[in-house]
Nanobody, 122 residues
Framework: QVQLVESGGGLVQPGGSLRLSCAAS????????MGWYRQAPENQRELVAQ???????NYANFVKGRFIISRDNAKNTVYLQMNSLKPEDTALYYC????????????????WGQGTQVTVSS
């Protein structure tokens, strides 16, 4: 089985920074895209940022210039550096990864973490 475990959430004041981490573990042959999504109360889950195995990135407009996604392929870990945080960034942040496990026939599956809460408030 494959598991994704997020960490790094918490309470921060407006203008502050947080760094989220998400480590994938288990029977992993390879990981393609990894990403971060978020869901605020009464809102749908939305994409925050994505990164390919080669390091190409994609950001939602509302975080461009403030958030940076990166990954360490050797550690099967993706990071989200969040700067200049705003109250509207408050949400449950989820990690996502497209994983090819050691199964046959070979196939890629989407996996999700359990979420980590980010609260931006004074």
């Amino acid at each position: 089985q494959v598991q994704l475990v997020e960490s790094g959430g918490g309470l921060v004041q407006p203008g502050g920074s947080l760094r989220l981490s998400c480590a994938a573990s288990g029977s992993i042959y390879s990981i393609n895209d990894m990403g971060w999504y978020r869901q605020a109360p009464e809102n749908q889950r939305e994409l925050v940022a994505q990164i390919t195995s080669g390091g190409s990135t994609n950001y939602a407009n509302f975080v461009k210039g403030r958030f940076i996604i990166s990954r360490d392929n050797a550690k099967n870990t993706v990071y989200l550096q969040m700067n200049s945080l705003k109250p509207e960034d408050t949400a449950l942040y989820y990690c996502n990864a497209d994983v090819r496990p050691y199964t046959y026939p070979p196939r890629t599956y989407p996996y999700w973490g359990q979420g980590t809460q980010v609260t931006v408030s004074s």
